[in-house]
Structures are given as structure tokens and as C-alpha cells.
């Protein structure tokens, strides 16, 4: 075995590995629905940040995350991305307690053609006729829930279009994603902490005083926060953009599956409708990845 196949073989079990730990994250912040979205989503920040500067520390990154808060457009594109990202997870915590697990199933479905458009509006980059009509699929199944979903439509177009932007921000954002993610909670941590004291000189005190399972769980946080993002990194650096593009939707069908099998969710036609035109957009665009893929594999074998 070459030691680019052990590589490859490394980035896929990474890859696996963070996206089944992102899919399951409905089942930990469902067992904190006690726990107000805000002081949660603090806690998360609170507890990350550490983790991150130990990881930072163990890669020697310092010179790259001083470098980053030294240069006003970077530090500043930072600060606008720590933003979306607070407000993705404030929303993502909020739709779970709410039994909104299938809208966010379907907002991180929706998330990478929304990706390709933003790129295409934005960045100035070409859809050829297989992507439009992806593109064009995934807006009919969406616009199907105005008429029978309008709650699933809002909380799954408020997850898909901040992690979008956010993933937009990072792109234009020359830093790596460890000493990124350090910043960002670096600047959310003192909010972050502010929200964590209100909330413990109020009567019902802090949830970090409700039980050591509720401790423990706020406190792994950091870890479900940090880690899944390393992983994240590792496989991104070893695999090609194809292969995780195909990985990345193993997180919202582990999220569907929860909505539907364990939290008994509701999956009417509409709904149902939606999905499988969603489904279908994301078969399109895949197809449309793979014969790419191969025309610039003979290509450049020169067949």
C-alpha cells in the first residue's frame, strides 16, 4: 500500500468520523432541552476555546493565529464569521429543542448547493446546465414548503444560509481552520462568559450546577466542537473536494433518520416532497461531480 493510498484511507476515516459526530449532535443538545439556547450555545463557546488554543499549541500554529489578529482584514473578516457561526449554532440548538430536527436535516441538505450559487453570484464562478438544473430542483422542492411547511422553510433556510455565508467568509479568509475557529471563540468569549454569568446569578442558578450529567455535558462541548473540526481539517488536506462533497451529506441523513425513527417527527407529502426533490437535486449535482471527475482523470492520462 503507497503512502498516498494510507493517506487517502486516513482522510476518509476522518472525514466519516467528523460527519457521524456532526449527524449526531441533535441526540446531545437534545438531552439539554433544560437548558436555555443562549446559555448553551455560551457554554459551547466557553469550553471550546481552551480546547482549540491546546490544539493550536500541539500543531505549533501560533505564528499563523498572531499573524491572522495582526492583519485588520483578516482579524476583521473573523469577527464577521464567529458572528454567523454563533448564530448558526444558536439556531441549530433552538430547532432541536423545538422538534425541528428534520428542518435542520434539510437546511444542511440545502447547505452545499447553496455553496455553489454563493459562488456563483459572489465569487464569479460558472454553473454549467447539470448544475442549474440541480439548483433549479432543490428551489421547487423548497418552495413546495410554503405551501404546508412555512416553520420547517424558515428554520431550514436560517441554518443553510448562515453556515453558508460563514463558509463563504472562510473562504475569503486566508487562515487554517483550527487557529480560524481559536479567534473566532476568542472574540464570542467574552459575551460568550457574560452570558454564562447572567445566567448563574439568576434564581435557577447555572445549568452547571443542575447535576454532573448536565456538567459533564456542557462541558464536552468544547470537545464536540473542536474535535469533528480537526478531523474536518486532516480529511480536507488528503482527499479530494468529490469525495468529501459525497462524505459531508452522511451528517444531515444521520439527522434525518433521527427526526423520523427516534424523534417521531411529522413527514407529510409536503415534507416528504421536499426531501426527495431535494434528493434528487443532490443526485444531479453528484452525477454531475463524478463525470467531471472522470473526463479530467483521462484527460490527464492523455486517453
Not at 438544473?133 to 414548503?145: D, E, K, M, S, T
Not at 433518520?257 to 416528504?272: I, S
Request: some cysteine.
Amino acid at each position: 500500500m503507497t503512502d498516498q493510498t494510507k493517506r487517502g484511507n486516513f482522510g476518509i476515516v476522518a472525514a466519516i468520523l467528523a460527519y457521524l459526530m456532526w449527524g449526531f449532535l441533535p441526540l446531545y443538545f437534545h438531552a439539554m432541552t433544560a437548558v436555555p439556547a443562549i446559555e448553551l450555545v455560551a457554554c459551547r463557546i466557553c469550553f471550546t476555546l481552551p480546547l482549540c488554543l491546546v490544539i493550536v499549541s500541539a500543531r505549533r500554529q501560533w505564528p499563523e493565529l498572531v499573524a491572522a489578529v495582526r492583519t485588520p482584514a483578516i482579524f476583521l473578516r473573523l469577527c464577521a464569521s464567529a458572528a454567523l457561526i454563533a448564530s448558526n449554532w444558536l439556531i441549530f440548538v433552538i430547532a432541536v429543542n423545538n422538534g425541528h430536527v428534520l428542518a435542520s436535516s434539510l437546511g444542511y441538505y440545502i447547505n452545499p448547493l447553496l455553496n455553489v450559487l454563493l459562488g456563483t453570484l459572489v465569487l464569479g464562478e460558472r454553473l454549467n446546465r447539470t448544475q442549474w438544473l440541480a439548483v433549479g430542483i432543490a428551489a421547487v422542492g423548497i418552495a413546495l414548503l410554503l405551501y404546508g411547511a412555512v416553520d420547517m422553510l424558515g428554520v431550514a433556510l436560517a441554518l443553510a444560509v448562515s453556515f453558508a455565508l460563514y463558509g463563504l467568509v472562510r473562504k475569503l479568509t486566508p487562515v487554517g481552520s483550527v487557529p480560524g475557529l481559536t479567534i473566532e471563540t476568542a472574540v464570542l468569549f467574552i459575551p460568550a462568559l457574560g452570558a454564562v454569568t447572567w445566567f448563574a446569578l439568576q434564581p435557577a442558578g447555572s445549568s452547571l450546577t443542575h447535576g454532573t450529567g448536565t456538567a459533564l455535558l456542557l462541558a464536552s462541548s468544547g470537545v464536540l466542537t473542536a474535535v469533528p473540526l480537526l478531523l474536518f481539517a486532516v480529511a480536507a488536506r488528503t482527499l479530494d473536494l468529490s469525495v468529501l462533497g459525497f462524505v459531508q451529506f452522511l451528517a444531515p441523513t444521520i439527522s434525518f433518520l433521527l427526526g423520523t425513527l427516534v424523534f417521531g417527527e411529522p413527514l407529510d407529502t409536503v415534507r416528504l416532497a421536499c426531501f426527495l426533490l431535494i434528493w434528487l437535486a443532490i443526485g444531479v449535482f453528484s452525477a454531475d461531480i463524478l463525470r467531471r471527475r472522470r473526463l479530467e482523470s483521462r484527460s490527464s492520462r492523455g486517453d
